[in-house]
């Protein structure tokens, strides 16, 4: 099982929709999530992290669950600009450090 | 202020040749994480310095190695290149305190040959 799962994806809405992804992680021990945006052929980006209480940025909710290790991401009222993909992240920290694991993103095209 | 840069953005090599690729982070970041995105696929965790030294390492073979400068910059080295290894390098860095987010530069694009 990987460590970071999420949604396979493609995802294809319209204009103005609301939509969901979804990401489920491993490691219990893991401290802090952030979703990700990556377009084509660039870096990722981040979104928003991800807090115990949930938070929102405008048209961008976050949800953190930590008794079922699952995160999620909301957008509402989609743009064509929110075509991307999104990566679920988890920071894990340890004695030797810390280490961020993706997932393997899940890809949204906004048509019009 | 600048964000993390790295070079070069491209690169072409051939099987067996050896690459060393670079990175410098934002300003005031101690941190840096080397990653490899393959197409179509989310980051891959390669190594992660901090205080010139190698602190955490993927499940990378012994090819990949990297350094870190007094100045906080980093190199990415892989020897014997293979065709598998063509992928985007992405450089991460982030202050050493605290759960902060990472900040990557804009990768360097290698393809071997």
Avoid at chain 1, 7 to 17: I, W
Avoid at chain 2, 30 to 46: E, H, K, M, N, R
Avoid at chain 2, 84 to 106: E, K, M, T, V, W
Wanted: include cysteine; charge should be neutral; hydrophobic fraction near 30%.
């Amino acid at each position: 099982r990987k460590e970071v799962e999420q949604d396979p994806g493609p995802f294809n809405v319209p204009e103005g929709a609301t939509v969901a992804f979804n990401c489920t992680y491993s490691n219990s021990a893991s401290q802090s999530f952030f979703w990700y945006r990556q377009d084509c052929r660039k870096e990722p980006k981040l979104l928003m992290s991800v807090y115990s209480s949930g938070n929102e940025d405008g048209r961008f909710t976050a949800q953190l669950n930590r008794a079922s290790q699952y995160i999620s991401l909301l957008i509402r009222d989609s743009k064509l600009s929110d075509s991307a993909t999104y990566l679920c992240v988890v920071n894990n920290r340890s004695s030797y450090g810390q280490n961020f694991v993706f997932g393997p993103g899940t890809r949204l095209s906004v048509l019009p | 202020d600048a964000g993390v840069t790295q070079s070069p953005t491209h690169l072409i090599k051939t099987r067996g040749q050896q690459v060393t690729l670079r990175c410098s982070p934002k300003s005031g970041h101690d941190t840096v994480s080397w990653y490899q995105q393959a197409l179509g696929q989310g980051p891959q965790f390669i190594f992660q310095y901090y205080e010139e030294e190698e602190r955490q390492r993927g499940n990378f073979p012994d090819r990949f190695s990297g350094h870190q400068f007094p100045n906080y910059s980093s190199e990415l080295n892989v020897n014997a290149l293979l065709l598998g290894d063509s992928a985007l390098y992405l450089c991460a860095s982030r202050s050493g305190r605290g759960n902060q987010p990472q900040h990557f530069g804009d990768g360097t694009r290698l393809s071997i040959l």
